[in-house]
């Protein structure tokens, strides 16, 4: 069974958590994940689609199927499958009876739903546009000449499809209008590492860097090559990950907002 392993930003563009899990974790008989804490029980694990789900006993479920994650920056290294779990099991432990899919279809389309009725899709058409569509009636259009000008890429790119896509429903999940950010090329501009002494990091080429910690009372502190020092209560922060629907996601923004110019 083939092993792709999603660091999310994910939902995401890369980030990983390493905060501590403080239940018990274990591995599955079929290489799977599972996580039970004070009756609260989560697995993660590969269907035999090669789908990658996460499940827990409150109703909740999330379902990467195998073709979205082959274009996913995916690596063999086990922390990452570990990170993601984290980052599940903190975003769905207080939530009940949510479910979302990713996936991308015979015709390699990107697309997204959940059972709230939010839905998005990307789509490549015979001109080599890439349509954004979602159910909130946004609608764009990215022409292959943008694309190239702007990441130095083609739209018949796979990843840099992924990327977008992931940009864009971000949006989606805040309530905003879809924009693409092109302040960040994915590829080029910098890279979020599987750190050790920090819960989130981040490094450009041009010797930019952003990470966050935590301290002895809980809090979350995020800090950036260019003086940024901001300070979190564990209740702000959790309240700011649920909103921007993982901690990766709320730490990438904040990486765009404040880091962007490095």
């Known amino acids: 069974m083939r092993k792709y392993i999603l660091t999310l930003a994910l939902i995401l563009i890369g980030a990983s958590s390493f905060a501590q899990f403080q239940g018990d974790l274990s591995t599955s008989f079929n290489g799977g994940l599972e996580y039970k804490m004070n009756g609260y029980q989560a697995t993660l694990e590969e269907n035999i689609f090669d789908d990658l789900i996460f499940k827990d006993n409150k109703n909740n479920k999330v379902e990467f199927n195998k073709d979205y994650l082959a274009y996913a920056n995916f690596g063999v290294d086990p922390r990452a499958k570990t990170a993601m779990f984290n980052s599940l099991i903190r975003r769905f432990q207080e939530i009940t009876g949510y479910s979302e899919t990713f996936s991308v279809d015979i015709f390699g389309d990107f697309n997204y739903k959940d059972n709230k009725g939010l839905r998005a899709s990307l789509k490549k058409d015979i001109f080599d546009k890439l349509i954004y569509s979602d159910s909130k009636g946004n609608k764009l259009t990215y022409s292959d000449e943008f694309i190239r000008q702007t990441f ?84 702000t922060w959790t309240r700011k990950a649920r909103k921007f629907r993982s901690e990766e996601n709320f730490f990438n923004y904040l990486v765009r907002e404040y880091l962007r110019d490095n």
């Open 152 to 235: 130095n890429r083609s739209t018949s790119d796979g990843q840099l499809r992924f990327f977008i896509f992931n940009d864009l429903i971000q949006s989606l999940w805040l309530g905003g209008k879809p924009r693409l950010n092109i302040d960040q090329d994915p590829f080029d501009n910098g890279h979020y590492d599987l750190p050790s002494a920090y819960l989130y990091e981040y490094k450009n080429k041009n010797e930019g860097w952003a990470n966050v910690s935590s301290d002895k009372e809980g809090n979350f502190i995020y800090q950036d090559s260019r003086g940024n020092d901001f300070l979190f209560s564990a209740s």
